[in-house]
């Protein structure tokens, strides 16, 4: 497994962005599919964005294709997830997660095998 700790949450108004990054432990390797998942009060865990190990692989959500942008620097590290257009339904906390080694961009929860603790976002005027 890799160890992933996930920032960058917080309360922002309707309209506005936020820019979440999940940072894997120093000496672990990052050749791993990626993704970002959400889980709001009452609702199930749903992906939000996952993307291939090089980055050349990406899907989104229906719901947050347009608005958000997954992205990752492997030589940090780091996933990230800007999210823009943010709406009140964009609310809950999110996760990164690690799948497959040298995986692409999957929308199959079961795949990802690591988990960050997640970060709070809320969208609230």
């Known amino acids: 497994q890799v160890q992933l700790v996930e920032s960058g949450g917080g309360l922002v108004e309707p309209g506005g962005s936020l820019r979440l990054s999940c940072a894997a432990s120093r000496g672990t390797s990052f050749w791993y599919a990626m993704g970002w998942f959400r889980q709001s009060l009452g609702k199930d865990r749903e992906l939000v964005a996952s993307?291939?190990?090089?980055?050349?692989?990406?899907k989104y959500a229906d719901s947050v294709k347009g608005r958000f942008t997954i992205s990752r620097d492997n030589a940090k590290k780091t996933l990230y997830l800007q999210m823009n257009s943010l709406k009140s339904e964009d609310t809950g906390v999110y996760y990164c997660?690690?799948?497959?080694?040298?995986?692409?961009?999957?929308?199959?929860?079961?795949?990802?095998?690591?988990w960050g603790q997640g970060t709070q976002v809320t969208v609230s005027s």
């Open positions: 997660a690690a799948g497959p080694q040298f995986g692409g961009a999957t929308s199959r929860a079961i795949e990802f095998h690591s």
């Open positions: 993307i291939g190990w090089s980055g050349d692989s990406i």
